[in-house]
């Protein structure tokens, strides 16, 4: 299945993301989901906003430095760049040797300063609920994302493969029920104890 640019992108993804939160139990308000298919959205219809060339600690060290509006804009961008990132390439922040911990703590860390700003600023103040479920749950919310992810994803045996290669080194839980649900049942062999 691939992602058809058309007028009802947003119904698209809203579809696959209500689907991924309710999988997952994650209580996500009508403000957060509405925040989420509209950050998905542009995200499909615009790429470039994923400011994938500036590391986070400096897009970071840049919304510490601004003032006003610009940073609480600063802050929705980084947060809203590292939970994109993590949902749909994980694997590329891997192979730059990215933690999924960092990328977590700064956009968790992003949304919840976002948040404690938006209560000073009435244009920003309906976007609080949403930073502050963002910044709670966000490794929560980069997994929904991810669900939302492989369903536009066409299965290849080579997929299946990478996805078991990363269970083996992780023992991600996670990872092996989207292996079981693709047919693979992996084990922990007896010498050896996952994390």
Do not use: C, N
């Amino acid at each position: 299945m691939t992602i058809e640019m058309s007028a009802d992108v947003r119904g698209w993804f809203r579809e696959r993301l209500v689907a991924a939160l309710e999988e997952r139990g994650i209580p996500a308000s009508a403000t957060t989901r509405l925040y989420l298919v509209e950050l998905l959205s542009s995200f499909a219809r615009d790429g470039s906003r994923a400011r994938l060339g500036r590391p986070l600690a400096l897009q970071l060290a840049d919304a510490v430095e601004a003032e006003g509006p610009e940073r609480i804009r600063l802050l929705r961008q980084l947060g809203d760049t590292a939970l994109y990132v993590l949902g749909f390439f994980e694997d590329h922040l891997e192979r730059r040797g990215v933690s999924r911990s960092y990328v977590v703590a700064m956009g968790g860390r992003a949304y919840s300063s976002a948040e404690s700003l938006a209560a000073h600023s009435p244009s920003e103040a309906p976007r609080r609920v949403a930073y502050a479920e963002l910044a709670d749950g966000f490794e929560a919310y980069v997994e929904a994302i991810d669900e939302v992810r492989e369903s536009t994803a066409l299965r290849t045996p080579q997929d299946i493969v990478k996805l078991y290669d990363k269970w083996k080194r992780t023992g991600s839980p996670r990872l092996a029920k989207r292996l079981q649900k693709e047919g693979v049942f992996p084990t922990v062999p007896a010498s050896r104890t996952l994390h």
